[in-house]
């Protein structure tokens, strides 16, 4: 069954650093998306991508953040210059261009520690 | 906003026993309904969904309906299994919206033997 894998597992940074959270998402999917939670609380919306550009991005989503689709599988989240509340574990998603299904797909997350 | 709330956990419960969590929502409008589960070093998944009032979602033995008269969409599981375990998440979504889901805070079930 496809599904939608992401790298790494778990990332732990210093304050300050760079990351890149990579996503494959399935292969036939035309939306994908960035979700994140922080531990002990919801599920948070982040950012949606489609036909190469945002569509939707949530107000946590500032300018240290952004996404990309380098080459037609993967789909990353860049944090330029991560806080200690960045730590969260973050999620991908993928979906089809189905008319609100709400039908995401999900990864099984990335977490990052920032130290 | 939107907003979704869910059931305080964890919820601990024996093999066979009926399972509820409550979910209920604020929203203007008419959303569409989810349960997604999330079960141990897995993504989340779609466990079931209602798009209208009245509209009762169901698989692998679960239930919820969508109740506007007190915007909830409780989910229900006559008798749980130990596979059953996982982490609930209630959420909702608007059509026109990229779909993004609005989540609950999540529900832990754990189910003993």
């Known amino acids: 069954e496809p599904e939608v894998t992401q790298t790494p597992s778990h990332q732990v940074t210093q304050m300050g650093q760079e990351v890149i959270l990579r996503c494959v998402p399935i292969s036939n999917h035309l939306y994908f998306y960035w979700y994140r939670q922080i531990l002990g609380q919801k599920v948070e919306f982040l950012v949606s991508?489609?036909?190469?550009?945002?569509?939707?991005k949530s107000e946590i989503f500032d300018d240290q953040f952004s996404v990309e689709r380098p080459d037609g599988s993967n789909f990353t989240l860049k944090i330029r210059s991560t806080k200690l509340e960045d730590s969260a574990m973050y999620f991908c998603?993928?979906?089809?261009?189905?008319?609100?299904?709400?039908?995401?797909?999900f990864g099984e997350g990335s977490r990052l520690t920032v130290l | 906003g939107n907003s979704v709330t869910q059931m305080e956990g964890p919820v601990t419960l024996s093999e066979e026993a009926f399972l509820t969590i409550n979910c209920t929502y604020t929203a203007t409008g008419y959303p569409s309904l989810f349960w997604y589960v999330q079960y141990p070093g897995e993504g989340l998944q779609l466990l079931l969904k209602a798009t209208k009032a009245d509209d009762k979602g169901s698989n692998k033995g679960f239930e919820a309906t969508y109740r506007k008269e007190t915007t909830s969409f409780h989910l229900e599981k006559g008798s749980v299994q130990v596979s059953d375990s996982a982490v609930y998440f209630c959420a909702l979504t608007f059509s026109g919206s990229a779909r993004q889901l609005t989540f609950g805070s999540g529900t832990q079930l754990t189910v003993l033997p």
């Open positions: 991508f489609y036909n190469n550009e945002i569509s939707e």
């Open positions: 998603a993928s979906s089809a261009l189905a008319p609100n299904t709400g039908e995401l797909f």
